[in-house]
């Protein structure tokens, strides 16, 4: 039976909580909880305060033998007895035979010699363990809660955990940035949110004149960064599940949120310490990609399992035996366009799918999407989010032919007039400057409304005469097709009917056919 278990089972028997001897000790609940499951050892003060308050020798409570046999440690302890056990018959006879000063002499010696070693057992949580990357860092846990990570220092093994720190930024370790701090301010007066990138660790803090700094998370990628149980990235999942059992929660990957690293699923780990502290763990391919640490305080268990996106881990699994299908929340054209080009612009963190998925819905729902209302889906000024948008669509390296027709229907969407006009007049510029033959081809396109193509080419030919530099080599490259017979006799005549608004000054569009049939 180990030492925390013994702990557990003399305070059982007074019948007190983890709580209530944590206050006859001063010390913390957490403390208590952490001795009995093995998590920290109890320093020798401690020792001598749990000693005294279960009524039992200091022997019996860490189960070293006073007279030097080993049947002792292998004997599970009794409820706590006020008064020490009596001595065994043999120790008395020995006792009879030998003059007491010998006895007493013989006592001391035993006690000077056992002192060393009883520190150093009591001691050895915390004893930096050589530096080597392939050591676990579980030597300097037991001191630490499990909201820490730990990584090796330069003298050494070091840890940070959530929480106030005694110590400013780097609280104590060898902590040095590698970028500049980004500092923020928070809804709390005074009160700044630091985000410190600490080569393998990021690190964010609060920070207060005359407080001491408060940690809210810490965040790593890196295999040289483990927690106090040594799980870090590189590990892999079936190990996670081990380490941290059936308190963890399932949880599908969050689309839009914060995302730490690419991952295809992630469990959380949380526990309450005057306001919820939540473990992170970021899964890809079977092992643990990224590790991200939150104090989340008072704004509840946001990871507790709904069957819907989270669910409980039982018997080292998933459990999806009562998984219910999430509320469908209708989404229209307009807001899919925002929340795909918001991905493709925030998100690096997204697979070549995923990346290819948003691209997909952002061309493709072009023609349905209300500009105006699109506006307004931003944190910004409305002209700010749509010029933004029209901006990312113009400045595109290449095009699919999809893509390119996409953009050619939405010339006809809601809300493009006035400067969202001249705007998406640039980005048909753009498209057309960079792939002439296929935005050519495209126009031809079966099942397609002249109207709409007509609008797409008056829309591109506005904005055109502004740059002849780049306008004349695309021009070039569509001639010369022409000539050369590339397109086919549907294709040929949208193509002719593009180049002559190109080549026809803008005051004078209006004497040209608006349709290929009109140019017959």
Same mark, same amino acid.
């Given at each position: 039976?180990?030492?925390?278990?013994?702990?557990?089972?003399?305070?059982?028997?007074?019948?007190?909580?983890?709580?209530?001897?944590?206050?006859?000790?001063?010390?913390?609940?957490?403390?208590?909880?952490?001795?009995?499951?093995?998590?920290?050892?109890?320093?020798?003060?401690?020792?001598?305060?749990?000693?005294?308050?279960?009524?039992?020798?200091?022997?019996?409570?860490?189960?070293?033998?006073? $007279?030097?046999?080993?049947?002792?440690?292998?004997?599970?302890?009794?409820?706590? @007895?006020?008064?020490?056990?009596?001595?065994?018959?043999?120790?008395?006879?020995?006792?009879?035979?030998?003059?007491?000063?010998?006895?007493?002499?013989?006592?001391?010696?035993?006690?000077?010699?056992?002192?060393?070693?009883?520190?150093?057992?009591?001691?050895?949580?915390?004893?930096?363990?050589?530096?080597? %990357?392939?050591?676990?860092?579980?030597?300097?846990?037991?001191?630490?809660?499990?909201?820490?990570?730990?990584?090796?220092?330069?003298?050494?093994?070091?840890?940070?955990?959530?929480?106030?720190?005694?110590?400013?930024?780097?609280?104590?370790?060898?902590?040095?940035?590698?970028?500049?701090?980004?500092?923020?301010?928070?809804?709390?007066?005074?009160?700044?949110?630091?985000?410190?990138?600490?080569?393998?660790?990021?690190?964010?803090?609060?920070?207060?004149?005359?407080?001491?700094?408060?940690?809210?998370?810490?965040?790593?990628?890196?295999?040289?960064?483990?927690?106090?149980?040594?799980?870090? %990235?590189?590990?892999?999942?079936?190990?996670?599940?081990?380490?941290?059992?059936?308190?963890?929660?399932?949880?599908?990957?969050?689309?839009?949120?914060?995302?730490?690293?690419?991952?295809?699923?992630?469990?959380?780990?949380?526990?309450?310490?005057?306001?919820?502290?939540?473990?992170?763990?970021?899964?890809?391919?079977?092992?643990?990609?990224?590790?991200?640490?939150?104090?989340?305080?008072?704004?509840?268990?946001?990871?507790?399992?709904?069957?819907?996106?989270?669910?409980?881990?039982?018997?080292?699994?998933? $459990?999806?035996?009562?998984?219910?299908?999430?509320?469908?929340?209708?989404?229209?054209?307009?807001?899919?366009?925002?929340?795909?080009?918001?991905?493709?612009?925030?998100?690096?963190?997204?697979?070549?799918?995923? &990346?290819?998925?948003?691209?997909?819905?952002?061309?493709?729902?072009? %023609?349905?999407?209300?500009?105006?209302?699109?506006?307004?889906?931003?944190?910004?000024?409305?002209?700010?989010?749509?010029?933004?948008?029209?901006?990312?669509?113009?400045?595109?390296?290449?095009?699919?032919?999809?893509?390119?027709?996409?953009?050619?229907?939405?010339?006809?969407?809601?809300?493009?007039?006035?400067?969202?006009? $001249?705007?998406?007049?640039?980005?048909?510029?753009?498209?057309?400057?960079?792939?002439?033959?296929?935005?050519?081809?495209?126009?031809?396109? @079966?099942?397609?409304?002249?109207?709409?193509?007509?609008?797409?080419?008056?829309?591109?030919?506005?904005?055109?005469?502004?740059?002849?530099?780049?306008?004349?080599?695309?021009?070039?490259?569509?001639?010369?097709?022409?000539?050369?017979?590339?397109?086919?006799?549907?294709?040929?005549?949208?193509?002719?009917?593009?180049?002559?608004?190109?080549?026809?000054?803008?005051?004078?569009?209006?004497?040209?056919?608006?349709?290929?049939?009109?140019? &017959?």
């Amino acid at each position: 039976m180990t030492l925390g278990q013994r702990i557990s089972q003399y305070r059982k028997a007074m019948g007190i909580s983890q709580e209530e001897l944590g206050g006859r000790l001063g010390v913390s609940r957490q403390a208590v909880s952490k001795w009995e499951t093995g998590a920290a050892v109890p320093d020798m003060e401690n020792l001598l305060a749990l000693s005294r308050t279960f009524g039992v020798p200091l022997t019996q409570l860490t189960q070293t033998p006073a $007279d030097g046999s080993a049947d002792a440690a292998d004997d599970a302890p009794s409820a706590p @007895d006020q008064s020490p056990p009596p001595p065994r018959a043999s120790a008395i006879a020995e006792r009879a035979a030998l003059p007491r000063w010998v006895i007493g002499a013989a006592a001391c010696f035993l006690c000077l010699l056992a002192l060393p070693v009883l520190f150093l057992w009591t001691q050895r949580a915390v004893i930096p363990a050589p530096s080597s %990357p392939e050591a676990p860092l579980t030597e300097v846990a037991a001191n630490t809660t499990d909201f820490a990570l730990l990584w090796d220092g330069p003298n050494g093994r070091e840890f940070l955990e959530l929480g106030p720190q005694a110590q400013p930024f780097p609280f104590g370790t060898s902590l040095e940035l590698t970028a500049p701090e980004d500092v923020a301010d928070t809804d709390l007066r005074g009160v700044k949110l630091h985000r410190a990138v600490c080569g393998a660790l990021t690190v964010e803090y609060l920070h207060s004149e005359g407080e001491a700094e408060v940690v809210s998370s810490l965040s790593s990628i890196s295999r040289t960064v483990q927690t106090p149980r040594s799980i870090g %990235p590189g590990s892999g999942e079936a190990d996670l599940l081990v380490s941290y059992g059936d308190d963890l929660v399932y949880c599908l990957k969050e689309e839009g949120s914060y995302s730490l690293v690419r991952h295809t699923h992630f469990y959380a780990w949380s526990e309450y310490a005057e306001g919820f502290y939540t473990i992170l763990f970021f899964i890809d391919q079977g092992k643990v990609a990224g590790i991200r640490m939150e104090r989340i305080e008072d704004a509840g268990d946001a990871y507790a399992p709904d069957n819907v996106r989270r669910f409980p881990v039982r018997y080292g699994a998933p $459990d999806f035996s009562q998984r219910r299908e999430p509320e469908r929340e209708d989404v229209d054209d307009t807001r899919k366009v925002y929340i795909a080009w918001n991905q493709l612009a925030t998100n690096n963190n997204l697979t070549a799918e995923e &990346r290819y998925a948003y691209r997909r819905d952002l061309f493709a729902l072009l %023609p349905e999407v209300d500009w105006a209302e699109l506006g307004r889906m931003g944190e910004a000024e409305a002209d700010d989010t749509v010029f933004a948008l029209m901006s990312a669509l113009a400045g595109q390296e290449d095009y699919s032919a999809s893509e390119l027709l996409y953009l050619q229907l939405g010339a006809a969407a809601r809300g493009i007039d006035g400067a969202y006009a $001249d705007a998406y007049a640039h980005v048909l510029f753009r498209a057309f400057c960079a792939q002439p033959v296929l935005f050519a081809k495209d126009l031809a396109a @079966d099942g397609v409304s002249q109207e709409t193509m007509s609008a797409a080419i008056r829309l591109l030919a506005y904005d055109a005469d502004l740059y002849p530099n780049e306008l004349r080599p695309a021009l070039a490259t569509l001639e010369a097709t022409l000539a050369s017979d590339g397109f086919t006799e549907r294709e040929a005549a949208w193509a002719a009917l593009l180049d002559r608004y190109l080549t026809t000054p803008l005051e004078a569009h209006y004497l040209l056919p608006k349709v290929p049939a009109e140019s &017959r």
